[in-house]
């Protein structure tokens, strides 16, 4: 078993956030699309904790830290332009 797209569009709960957002999801409004899904997909599966499928493979993942922990000059670093 894999995670995919298709398995991210199909789901019951991101599918519809997908669906509701195509500025963000699609391919034609945004080409890092697909990162975007496949993320979207695997946040709402770590919340869901010992409930989701992926649970003991999203287990497996290293601790991240997001950019909420980044100061204003590092966020100001990550800008285009």
């Known amino acids: 078993m894999v ?4 398995k991210a569009v199909s789901h019951p709960v991101a599918g519809k956030i997908i669906a509701e ?3 963000c999801f699609s391919k034609e409004e945004n080409y890092d699309y ?4 496949l993320a979207l997909f695997i946040f709402y599966e770590m919340t869901l904790g010992k409930n989701s499928y992926w649970y003991p493979y999203l287990r497996l993942m290293p ?3 997001f950019t ?3 100061s ?3 966020m ?3 800008q285009d332009g």
């Not at 697909?34 to 899904?37: F, G, N, R």
């Open 3 to 6: 995670m995919s797209l298709n």
């Open 63 to 65: 601790d991240v830290e």
């Open 34 to 37: 697909e990162q975007l899904t």
């Open 68 to 70: 909420s922990s980044w």
């Open 72 to 74: 204003e000059q590092e």
């Open 76 to 78: 100001i670093a990550t």
């Open 21 to 23: 957002n195509p500025d």
